[in-house]
């Protein structure tokens, strides 16, 4: 299964990013969130998400998690693309729902490449409110 490329989306208007980001912040809190690496999870974790590592174990942590809707947060490169499409196919095939809309408007609201910036890029756009 290949993960589609992000088009190129109007702008935002401000209110509509905040109202969506937060939304999609809601959504990490109350759903199982994977990401790639610790460093990862220790920048969601600034911002009180829980999530999920899944480096180098990722079948393991796809027939482990629990509940249905399962948020995927890996970076925006070509590599990671793959591991995205493998995370969801996994996902899928041990009954959950996996979700990349998130991870999209994440990246068109903060302008995220690697998900290790995701404290700062949403401090800063807190500081824009």
Do not use: H
Not at 55 to 76: H, P, S
Request: glycine content about 4%; proline content about 2%; some cysteine.
């Amino acid at each position: 299964m290949k993960v589609k490329k992000s088009r190129s989306y109007r702008p935002l208007k401000k209110e509509q990013m905040i109202k969506e980001l937060d939304l999609a912040i809601n959504e990490m809190k109350n759903n199982s969130v994977i990401v790639e690496g610790k460093k990862d999870k220790a920048s969601l974790e600034k911002v009180g998400i829980q999530s999920i590592p899944a480096a180098g174990k990722f079948r393991k942590v796809c027939e482990e998690i629990k509940g249905g809707k399962v948020i995927i947060l890996t970076d925006f490169d070509r590599k990671v693309d793959q591991l995205a499409a493998m995370l969801m196919e996994e996902l899928w095939a041990n009954g959950k729902k996996p979700d990349l809309e998130i991870r999209k408007k994440i990246r068109r609201i903060l302008r995220v490449k690697y998900f290790e910036e995701f404290n700062k890029k949403y401090e800063e756009f807190k500081k824009m409110r």
